[in-house]
């Protein structure tokens, strides 16, 4: 440890064993000012954590937001398509019906076509 003037002031500090260490005043003053810096570098951490924390809970709004957004465009577009996709199928079968007495007129016809085609 080195030889310790005689002005120099004694202060105990303990270690990990329970053990009370003479420390200098000079070298006590200077983990005193360690734990200054390192407490003021630790509230510069945790400021810097908090803006970027703020950051990314801003990130996830902004990004919530305009997903929803986009989930409420395609549920729209879906209702959509759907009303679309109904209306077409009753026409469809509108046709149909209104088709249904041509086909069945037309069916002999073309059953008696067959049928000639055979006999040749």
Same mark, same amino acid.
């Given at each position: 440890?080195?030889?310790?003037? *005689?002005? !120099?002031? &004694? ?5 990990? +064993? ?6 200098? *005043?000079?070298?006590? +003053? ?13 509230? %510069?951490? !945790?400021?810097?954590? /908090? ?9 996830? *709004? %902004? ?11 395609? %549920?729209?577009?879906?209702?959509? &398509?759907?009303?679309?996709?109904? /209306?077409?199928?009753? /026409? ?9 007495? *041509? ?10 076509? !067959? ?6």
């Amino acid at each position: 440890m080195g030889m310790m003037m *005689e002005n !120099e002031a &004694l202060s105990f500090v303990s270690n990990n +064993s329970g053990r009370f260490n003479p420390v200098s *005043e000079k070298r006590l +003053s200077r983990v005193v000012q360690l734990d200054q810096s390192n407490a003021f570098r630790l509230r %510069e951490m !945790e400021s810097e954590l /908090q803006q970027y924390r703020y950051r990314l809970e801003k990130m996830v *709004e %902004e990004r919530t937001e305009m997903l929803s957004r986009r989930i409420a465009i395609l %549920e729209s577009c879906n209702a959509q &398509l759907c009303d679309s996709y109904g /209306q077409m199928r009753m /026409q469809y079968f509108a046709l149909l019906d209104q088709a249904q007495p *041509e086909l069945s007129s037309s069916v002999p016809v073309a059953n008696a076509v !067959e049928h000639q085609a055979d006999i040749n």
